[in-house]
C-alpha cells in the first residue's frame, strides 16, 4: 500500500486554511442541506473538521476538534458532522476510526460525513498522465485518496450503525488558475500525498504551465468535476 505524508498533510492544512475554499463551502452546504431533515433534537455536537462552515445556534454544546483527536475527546454526542476530514484516516483504516466514532456516540445519535468519491478529478488525473508520460515516461499518482462508496457503506453496517443514507452530488467547480485549484486540495490532503518519489524536471513545470494556462485562455477557467457523497448514519 502507497504511504502518506501525514506530517506534510498536516503543516499544509494550516498553510492553506482559507474560508473562501470552494470545496469546502460546497460540502458544507451539503451537510446544512441534510441536517434540514433530521428531526431528533441534537443537544451536544462533536465537529473534527475545522473546514466545516454551518449554523451551530441550534445546538447547546458544540465541540470543534482536530480529527486525530476524537479517541481523547472527553464526554459523548448527539451527532458527529465533518467536512473532508475523515477521507484520509477512513482510507488508512475506516473500522478503526468508525469504532472511535461509536464510542463518543449516545445511543440515537447522528453520524454525518462527506467524502469525495473515486469517480472525482478524471479529466484532471488524465491531463496529468498525459503530461507525466511525456516527460517522465510513466505515471504517477498525483491526486487522492478517493474512496469507495459501496466499502464504507458495508464498513457503517459492519460497525452496527443503522439507517445508512448516501447521498451523491456531482460538483464542477470552475478555477481561474491552476495554483488556485492547487490551493483548495492541498487544504484537503487530496494532492501530492502518496509517497511516490520522482526527480524534478523543469519541462515539467513548463509544460503543465503551458496547458493549463491555455485551458483558462480558451475556456475563461478551469473545470474540475468531483462527485462528492454525502452519508448519514445513527448509533
Not at 458495508?154 to 448516501?166: C, M, R, S, T
Request: aromatic fraction near 12%; glycine fraction near 2%.
Amino acid at each position: 500500500m502507497n504511504e502518506f505524508n501525514l506530517k506534510k498533510r498536516n503543516a499544509r492544512r494550516k498553510a492553506y486554511f482559507d474560508k473562501n475554499n470552494l470545496l469546502a463551502k460546497n460540502g458544507s452546504d451539503l451537510i446544512s442541506d441534510k441536517l434540514k431533515f433530521i428531526s431528533k433534537k441534537i443537544e451536544n455536537c462533536l465537529i473534527p473538521d475545522q473546514d466545516l462552515y454551518i449554523d451551530v445556534s441550534n445546538f447547546n454544546n458544540v465541540k470543534i476538534i482536530n480529527v486525530n483527536e476524537i479517541n481523547v475527546v472527553e464526554g459523548k454526542f448527539d451527532a458527529v458532522l465533518s467536512n473532508f476530514s475523515l477521507q484520509i484516516p477512513l482510507f488508512l483504516n475506516s473500522n478503526d476510526l468508525f469504532n472511535k466514532i461509536l464510542a463518543k456516540l449516545n445511543d440515537n445519535s447522528l453520524l454525518c460525513f462527506n467524502t469525495i468519491t473515486s469517480n472525482s478529478m478524471r479529466t484532471l488525473q488524465n491531463i496529468f498522465f498525459e503530461i507525466d508520460e511525456k516527460i517522465f515516461d510513466g505515471v504517477y499518482k498525483r491526486f487522492g485518496p478517493f474512496l469507495d462508496t459501496s466499502k464504507l457503506i458495508e464498513d457503517l453496517n459492519n460497525k452496527k450503525f443503522q439507517d445508512v443514507v448516501v447521498g451523491i452530488d456531482t460538483l464542477e467547480i470552475n478555477y481561474s488558475s491552476l495554483s488556485n485549484l492547487r490551493s483548495d486540495f492541498r487544504k484537503f490532503g487530496i494532492s501530492n500525498y502518496y509517497n511516490e518519489k520522482y526527480k524534478f524536471k523543469k519541462d515539467f513545470l513548463s509544460l503543465t504551465n503551458n496547458i493549463f494556462s491555455k485551458l483558462v485562455e480558451n475556456h475563461k477557467y478551469i473545470p474540475l468535476e468531483i462527485e462528492i457523497a454525502t452519508f448519514t448514519s445513527w448509533k
